[in-house]
């Protein structure tokens, strides 16, 4: 090998290696707080939950197209100081607004879906 090539080879292994590091150090841009906000849709309709994050760097989300029996979670980002959520249910035809209103994001809360499009509840229980 000449004194050129492996000088270029030693550099690029050192680049690899430097960001190889950089990597395995690297700490998750999102932390969660180990608390979650969780759904079961025992209703008779198609429910959609989408969670806007009040002091927190994680991008908002939205769960779609959740059916009878399904269950879902998000996970409460760790530097969030509030959330806006909000339910729905598809071709809604009566009742009233059915989302929660969560104000302590250092606890899990656990809601089950039931009911109609045309009266869809939600009940909080126990996680």
């Not at 690029?12 to 969660?32: D, N, R």
């Not at 309709?45 to 769960?63: E, H, I, L, M, R």
Request: glycine content about 12%; overall charge neutral; some cysteine.
């Amino acid at each position: 090998m000449g004194k050129m090539t492996r000088t270029a080879v030693c550099a690029v292994a050192a680049i690899g290696i430097s960001l190889g590091s950089a990597v395995v150090t690297a700490s998750p841009a999102f932390a969660g707080s180990g608390h979650s906000i969780s759904f079961s849709n025992k209703g008779w309709f198609v429910a959609n939950t989408c969670y806007k994050w009040t002091g927190s760097q994680t991008p908002d989300s939205c769960d779609s197209g959740k059916t009878i029996n399904q269950d879902w979670s998000v996970e409460i980002p760790e530097d969030a100081t509030g959330v806006e959520l909000s339910v729905t249910v598809n071709a809604q035809v009566g009742g009233g607004n059915i989302t929660p209103q969560i104000t302590d994001l250092k606890r899990n809360h656990c809601y089950e879906l039931s009911g109609y499009t045309w009266g869809p509840k939600i009940t909080e229980k126990q996680c």
